[in-house]
């Protein structure tokens, strides 16, 4: 079946250090992917997602592509703010015949000034 | 009020309470879900409701009851709970069910989550 594997954390950076969250997945056919955060004391919300292979996510400076021939979305930021300190979720949906959307366990990021 | 709103954030039962967790959305979604997140543990989908009607039952002990009374909200029923059942509980809702409907609309919008912790 669908599985979405992340790398474990926590990882910890200084302020401007360069991100990146390793997410692989397993699948069959198409899926589409997306990455979530969720903020201390808050719900997850959609940070940026990417439907078919190749294509890049982006949103708030962090950036995702598609790699089918690697089955890989990894998460990556350039020069990453305190703010940025969250758990971050990567996710796969299958496709519409089955409905799932199958999380990751998700990673951890604290940043210090 | 926009959003996914979830009531109670925090709450604290004893084994043999009853008591309930309320979501309500105001984006016109016609999914609710209920999801538990437990610490280290990838997010684990409970229930699905689309258009009021429930559609997936991921065998979730019978301790948690669900109820969906409109579309626009979305209630945990929760009655003789252990302790392991402390967790936070997410409510989210999607424009369209996940199943049957094209992908690229249907993201998740979460509540901030009613944090459990059973005594």
């Known amino acids: 079946g669908n599985s979405v594997t992340q790398m474990e954390g926590p990882v910890t950076l200084s302020e401007e250090a360069f991100l990146t969250i390793n997410c692989t997945y397993t699948?069959?056919?198409?899926?589409?992917l997306f990455w979530y955060v969720q903020y201390p004391g808050e719900g997850l919300q959609l940070l940026l997602k990417?439907?078919?292979?190749?294509d890049k996510g982006s949103n708030k400076g962090f950036e995702a592509t598609y790699r089918k021939e690697t089955t890989s979305f990894h998460l990556e930021k350039g020069s990453v703010q305190v703010s940025d300190s969250a758990v971050y979720f990567c996710?796969?949906?299958?496709?519409?015949?089955?409905?799932?959307?199958?999380f990751g366990q998700g990673t951890t990021l604290q940043v210090k000034p | 009020e926009t959003g996914v709103t979830q009531t109670p954030r925090h709450l604290v039962m004893g084994m043999t309470n009853k008591k309930s967790l309320k979501c309500e959305q105001h984006?016109?979604?016609?999914?609710m879900y209920w999801y538990k997140q437990s610490a280290k543990k990838p997010l684990e989908l409970m229930f699905v409701?689309?258009?009021?009607?429930?559609?997936e039952n991921n065998s979730v002990p019978s301790r948690f009851s669900p109820e969906c009374p409109n579309s626009s909200h979305l209630f945990l029923h929760l009655h003789t709970l252990q302790p392991e059942d402390s967790a936070l509980y997410l409510c989210?809702?999607?424009?369209?069910?996940?199943?049957?409907?094209?992908?690229?609309?249907?993201?998740?919008?979460f509540g901030a989550g009613s944090r459990l912790t059973v005594l």
């Open positions: 989210a809702s999607s424009r369209q069910p996940l199943q049957g409907y094209p992908s690229g609309a249907n993201v998740l919008t």
């Open positions: 409701y689309n258009f009021k009607e429930q559609t």
């Open positions: 996710a796969l949906y299958g496709s519409s015949n089955t409905g799932k959307l199958i």
């Open positions: 990417a439907t078919k292979a190749d």
């Open positions: 699948a069959t056919g198409y899926p589409s």
């Open positions: 984006l016109g979604h016609n999914a």
